[in-house]
């Protein structure tokens, strides 16, 4: 079954504690990105991925990392979590002129 | 200006009406055109990509219009289970960021 899978799907952490949101598809797409999605802000592209190694931010990176070593995972790094990180994140992998499929969602709470 | 701009609702429609969302888009080198459907709290889900000739699946029609820069979705007799946000997404030919996503019209159809 073609998926796109994130890990975890809830994450409450403390402030400046590391943590990193795996995410994984199947399905040999070459593009990957990772929003957030607030209230009354629609999804905002943190980071996107075209390819291995190729990496390049979207409209909201501050405060976030990502690798892609290999094409199928795309992992979304946030070295020192702040309170206004606090939203629900969501992993998306598409190839060229398709529509994206998205993960479950990741709901994390940095208190 | 957004990229991609849709009235956000929310619009309440009884049950068996018509309704139709409007999406406009500002860069003229869009070349894919999408229509996701996101459940509270869930991922999107791809409802239906948008062809130049219009296109049909049940009761929803989509319509583009390179000329004025706008994309619509039409939800004939429509159920209960249509409540959702809808979401107009395009594709810029050539960018690395893939796709850009409106932020939403809010649908509740009401018994």
């Known amino acids: 079954e073609a998926q796109v899978t994130q890990n975890p799907r809830y994450l409450i952490t403390v402030t400046g504690k590391k943590l990193t949101v795996t995410c994984s598809q199947n399905m040999n797409h070459e593009y990957m990105s990772w929003y957030r999605q607030d209230p009354g802000l629609g999804l905002r592209q943190i980071y996107y991925?075209?390819?291995?190694?190729?990496?390049d931010k979207g409209d909201v990176p501050e405060g976030y990392k990502v690798s892609r070593k290999e094409k199928r995972n795309f992992p979304l790094i946030l070295e020192s979590p702040s309170p206004n990180q606090t939203s629900l994140y969501f992993c998306?992998?598409?190839?060229?002129?398709?529509?994206?499929?998205f993960g479950q969602g990741t709901r994390l709470t940095v208190v | 200006r957004k990229e991609v701009e849709q009235d956000p609702g929310p619009f309440n429609v009884p049950e068996g009406a018509t309704v139709a969302f409007n999406c406009t888009y500002s860069n003229s080198a869009s070349q894919s055109f999408f229509w996701y459907r996101q459940d509270c709290r869930k991922e999107p889900k791809l409802l239906m990509s948008v062809y130049s000739s219009g296109n049909e699946d049940g009761r929803f029609t989509a319509q583009l219009n390179r000329a004025s820069q706008y994309i619509s979705l039409l939800i004939r007799d429509s159920k209960l289970s249509d409540s959702a946000t809808y979401l107009c997404v395009v594709n810029v030919a050539g960018s690395a960021r893939q796709l850009t996503f409106g932020s939403g019209t809010q649908l509740t159809v009401l018994p």
């Open positions: 998306a992998s598409s190839t060229t002129g398709t529509g994206a499929f």
């Open positions: 991925s075209m390819n291995v190694e190729v990496t």
